[in-house]
């Protein structure tokens, strides 16, 4: 596939970018006027792998303004002009006072989109891996769980492709999931607004903490569990994690030994790990767009071998750069 340098990402057809408001914090964006109904074969005539037929993003809890976002949108749609764009944006009533039931309901237009844009298939061997799942944090890997857990298994997790974990998963302390829910308070407030937003954010974390201890609330243990779990995701879709020694969030330790578990129980040829070197939480695409992608479309396209997980403790990684 042709490379695209990150000048280009910003240069993609105007009217791809005004996406369909689906309700509950859904947007669908689809390909361009000129690129809609492309045929896509599972190779394409130059023998590269075709583009995905179904981009789903879930963003990160907090932090994610439009502006944030766009860049990861229309990354993909430069990349790839025929492939759709689902937006899952994550909120903070999404991970502090709505159940798993009030979170698989509020998704239906998801699943309703799914169904629209992927053509169905029958048998193992008709079956196609056209879909890219990519999330952000915690958060997007919460909100990407329920998702594949309301979805029946054909008509999502046996169509995926690759799955990218974007800053995660982290841990269960309570200073990392205080300082994500903070990014959630716009940069503009007043002082003393900030104030009361800051002290209304610790009581709430504080409040979430506390239902997670005593197991009336999933937890980022879970999560983390459910995220290699054979189950949720199948055993036999390639996954790249990118992760940052800058992250004040989530830490080196959490991601490589996450990887590491997958990397045993679905094969180390299947899980690929990026490290970058300061970029913060959820900003990886900041220090060096062209190897974020270039990440992600090699991962996809599976014509070389995945970039191997680290080895090394978080003490020899962070010596080493």
């Known amino acids: 596939m042709k490379r695209i340098h990150s000048s280009q990402s910003s240069k993609v057809d105007s009217a791809s970018q005004r996406p369909l408001d689906l309700g509950n914090n859904i947007f669908l964006f689809s390909p361009s006027v000129s690129h809609q109904g492309e045929a896509a074969p599972s190779v394409q005539r130059n023998g590269a792998p075709s583009p995905p037929s179904l981009v789903i993003i879930c963003t990160w809890l907090g ?149 997670q201890d005593a197991g009336l609330m999933s937890s980022v243990r879970e999560l983390r569990a459910e995220l290699n779990s054979t189950s949720l995701l199948g055993d036999d879709v390639r996954r790249l994690y990118l992760f940052s020694a800058g992250d004040g969030m989530v830490g080196v330790d959490d991601v490589v030994s996450h990887a590491r578990q997958a990397s045993g129980r679905i094969g180390a040829h299947k899980v690929g790990a990026v490290l970058f070197r300061t970029a913060p939480h959820c900003a990886l695409v900041l220090e060096d767009a062209d190897r974020y992608w270039g990440a992600v479309v090699d991962a996809w396209e599976g014509r070389r071998e995945l970039p191997p997980v680290p080895e090394e403790t978080e003490a020899e990684i962070r010596a080493k750069l």
């Open 63 to 211: 932090g994610a303004t439009t502006r944030r976002i766009s860049k990861y949108v229309a990354g993909y749609q430069a990349r790839w002009p025929s492939t759709s764009v689902l937006l899952i944006r994550t909120v903070i009533p999404d991970m502090a006072v709505r159940s798993f039931a009030t979170l698989r309901a509020r998704l239906q237009p998801a699943r309703d989109a799914i169904a629209s844009i992927l053509t169905p298939t029958s048998g193992e061997a008709n079956r196609r891996r056209d879909v890219l799942l990519h999330f952000f944090s915690n958060g997007g890997g919460n909100m990407a769980t329920q998702l594949l857990k309301s979805t029946v298994p054909s008509a999502l997790r046996d169509r995926l492709g690759l799955v990218v974990l974007d800053c995660c998963p982290g841990d269960a302390s309570f200073g990392k999931t205080y300082g994500a829910a903070l990014l959630s308070l716009p940069p503009s407030l007043s002082p003393p607004l900030r104030w009361v937003g800051t002290a209304m954010t610790y009581c709430l974390v504080s409040a979430v903490q506390a239902l």
